[in-house]
C-alpha cells in the first residue's frame, strides 16, 4: 500500500485499512466492505432471490457444482479472502447501501514485478440492477487500485453477449483489446471473452472525470 491508513482527501475515497479489520472503502452511495461470517443472511438473501440471474455468468468446470451458497462455505470464502489480503494478493467486497447488503466486488489475481496488474469482477442483487450500483463501485475499485495499491493495469473480461456488463466497461470508458477465444469457463461452458482494460496512464486522464461522475456527492 502506497499511503497510509485512515487516508481521506477531497475527491477521494475513504480508505479504512488495518490488518486486524475490515477494509472499508466509501463512494457515493455504496461502501465496499470486506465481509465476515455476519454477513452471512443478507448474502444469503440476495443470492437466494436473485438465483440463475448470477450463476449463468459465474465460473464454474462442466462436471462441478454450482457456488456453495451454505454459512460454512461462506466462511470459508471469507477466511481465504482475509488471507489473500494479508498477502495482497487480491481484495474481495461486499457492496452495502444503507447497510444493505447489495452485492460483490473482487479485485484478483494481483501480479506484481513487471505485470503490476488485476481483475476486476462483480454483481449485483437483481432487485438494485439498472441504477449504476456496478459502475460506481468498479471507480471506487480503479481508484484503490491506482492510487493506494498503485497497480498500473486493470482487466475486465466479459462475455460478449452479456450486453449489461458491457455497458458498464462502456460506461466508465474502459478499452477493448479484443476477444480471447475460450477464454474462462463460465458455467460449464469455455466461453470467449473480450478483454476490457485501463492503465494507469489512463486513468490520470480519466479520473477526474469518473470520479466527479460516480463517487462524489451529487449537488
Ligand atoms: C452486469 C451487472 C453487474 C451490471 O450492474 P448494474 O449495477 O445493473 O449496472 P448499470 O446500472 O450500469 O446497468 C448496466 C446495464 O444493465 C441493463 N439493465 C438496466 N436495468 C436492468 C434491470 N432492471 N435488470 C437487468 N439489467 C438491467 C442495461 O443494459 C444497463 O445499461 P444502460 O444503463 O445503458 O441501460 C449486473 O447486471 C449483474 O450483476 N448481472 C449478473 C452477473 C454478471 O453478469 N456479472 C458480470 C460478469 S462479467
Redesign the pocket.
Known sequence: MSRGADSTRAGELSVRDRPTSPLVLHARRLVLRTMTEHDYEGWFEVRRRSGE??TK?EPRSADGPHLAEDRRSFIGRCAIRERERQLGVGYGFGLFDGGRFA?EITLSGIQRGPMQSAYV????D?D????????EAVVAILQYAFDYLDLHRIE????PR????T??VE?LGMRCEGVAERYLEIDGVWEDHARYAITHEEWVITAPTLVAEWLLPKD
Open positions: 440471474w448470477l455468468w452485492g469482477g462483480y454483481w449485483i437483481h438494485l440492477a439498472g441504477q449504476g450500483y456496478i459502475p475486465i473480461n466479459i462475455i452479456n450486453v449489461a456488463s455497458r458498464v460506461k
